[in-house]
Structures are given as C-alpha cells and as structure tokens.
C-alpha cells in the first residue's frame, strides 16, 4: 500500500510559478514510476509528466515541454513538479500516481495508486 499526498498548489497570476510536491508513504517509494496528471473543469484527466524509479527517464506531454520539470528524491520519499511560465490553461486538480510499470503510467493505461489531487488556478 502507498499512500500519496500532494501540495504547492495555489492561485497565481499567468507566466508565474508554482512547485507541486507529492509526498509518498511506504518503505518501497523507490521502485515505483512517478507521474502527474490534470483534470480540467469539464475535461478529461490528461497525462502532465512520468518519471521513472531512479530518475533516468522522463516523458513530459507537448503542452508542458519546456515549462515544467519533474524531479524525485527517493531519500525523502517524494517527487515534484516545477511549473514555470503557467498559463491559464494549466488551470487543474493536480494528481500524482505511482505504478510499478513506467510505460502503462505514462501511456495511462494504469496507475496503482493515487493522491487526492491539488488545485492550480492561473490567472489571466
């Protein structure tokens, strides 16, 4: 059983930052593929990035190249989420997921576990 917890979440004005982090119970964290994922008002829950167990591959979706950045340190059990030059479209329920395969996380196709999600607001 993992148990995840996000935070950073917030309100923040468009081209602003934000840094996510996602918390994970659990003496096995470093073996499992991170990711985070956002659902929109509306909208369907969409891949964000994947990271794998040690932190040597990562895939990010084509709306966020370039603009954020995941990194995970497994000493402290806990992965994050740079989000630099926001814009309101990245407005969401942040979630991250843990699975024990990298490719069914990223293409997601499944996800073991989840957090209970955190609110982005960007602002125009």
């Known amino acids: 059983q993992v148990q995840l917890v996000e935070s950073g979440g917030g309100l923040v004005q468009a081209g602003g930052s934000l840094r996510l982090s996602c918390a994970a119970s659990?003496?096995?964290?470093?073996?499992?593929?991170m990711g985070w994922f956002r659902q929109a008002p509306g909208k369907e829950r969409e891949f964000v990035v994947a990271i794998n167990w040690n932190g040597g591959t990562t895939d990010y979706a084509d709306s966020v190249k370039g603009r954020f950045t995941i990194s995970r340190d497994n000493a402290k059990n806990t992965v994050y989420l740079q989000m630099n030059s926001l814009k309101p479209e990245d407005t969401a329920i942040y979630y991250c997921?843990?699975?024990?395969?990298?490719?069914?996380?990223?293409?997601?196709?499944?996800?073991?576990?989840w957090g209970q999600g955190t609110q982005v607001t960007v602002s125009s």
């Open positions: 659990g003496r096995t964290f470093s073996i499992y593929a």
């Open positions: 997921a843990v699975d024990l395969d990298y490719v069914k996380l990223r293409d997601g196709v499944r996800a073991q576990y």
